[in-house]
Every structure is written in C-alpha cells, then in structure tokens.
C-alpha cells in the first residue's frame, strides 16, 4: 500500500464535505484492506463474510489464518478483533486491537472499537478520548459521533 497515498486521503479527510469524505473513508479502508497477497486478502474476505453471516468461529479461523501468515497486516488483527469482540472475548479482543494499533495508530475504525469496549467497562473518560480521537481523524465518522453525543447526554465531557 502506498503509505503517502493513505496520509494524504486522511488529511484531506479531515476537512472534506460529506460526499468526498465518504469517498475518501471508502477508498481508505480499501487500501487498509489490501495485505499485498490475493490468498490472504481472500481469507480476509471471508472472515468478513462469516462475520456477518454470524459465523463467529469460522470468522475466527480464517483471521487468524490471516494474522498468523501476515502478522504485520493491521486490518487483520482489526478485524479479528471484532471477530472476538462478538464473541464476548474481550481480552483477546483488546490484545488483537492493541497490535492493530500498534501497525496502524490512523484507524480510526480499531479507535471504534477499543472506545465501544473502555464505554462497556465503565472508562467512560477513556471511551469519550478514544471516540473524540476517531473524530479528529475522520470527523463524518457518524458512529463515533453518536457514541460522544450519548456520552455528553450522560453527563461525560460536560464542564460543571
């Protein structure tokens, strides 16, 4: 992937207006989604596919196929997170987002992720800094938006 393509979208998508900036998403989580290799792409897909279908293990088994063959491709540790995370593993959750975060400290859909999960234990501080950190990145990111206005209603972030 080229790298400098990817920063560059993402600083654009900072100030882009919502039909660029949903073009912009949608092009940069394409290319977070390419490992370089057509067969682990492939089991990539498919984890994805299970996924939906609600095929939790078998999503489990083919990213780790894919993390396990590629261990330096975020989008797979990313995206076994959430494998795990619908599973109602959150350690292996957490571990899985933190090596995401670790290759690729931009994605603010892992960012998501790891705010939902601080939000689910109670680190409502720590959720809303995540959820703010995803808007710094994209700030059409609607569903973080949501989380933080959930929050402020709830009373976190709010100056007394």
């Given amino acids: ?3 400098s393509s990817v920063d560059e979208m993402l600083d654009a998508l900072r100030t882009a207006e919502p039909a660029e900036a949903t073009r912009l998403t949608r092009e940069i989580e394409r290319l977070w989604s390419q490992s370089g290799s057509t067969s682990l792409d492939m089991l990539l897909r498919r984890g994805r ?3 939906e279908a609600e095929e939790i293990d078998v999503a489990i088994e083919h990213l780790t196929a894919v993390t396990d063959h590629a261990p330096e491709f975020a989008e797979g540790w990313h995206t076994r997170a959430t494998a795990f995370y619908m599973k109602g593993l959150y350690g292996p959750a957490l571990d899985d987002l933190q090596k995401a975060l670790i290759l690729n400290p931009e994605n603010y859909n892992a ?3 790891l705010g939902v999960m ?3 234990f109670g680190e409502l501080s720590r959720a809303e800094q995540a959820f703010s950190q995803v808007i710094d990145l994209n700030p059409n990111h609607e569903p973080a ?3 933080l206005e959930r929050l402020k209603s709830d009373g976190i972030g709010r100056e007394l």
Avoid: D, R, Y
């Fill in 1 to 3: 992937m080229a790298q």
């Fill in 49 to 51: 596919e299970a996924l």
């Fill in 111 to 113: 960012i998501f992720g």
């Fill in 118 to 120: 601080l939000q689910e």
């Fill in 145 to 147: 938006s949501n989380a």
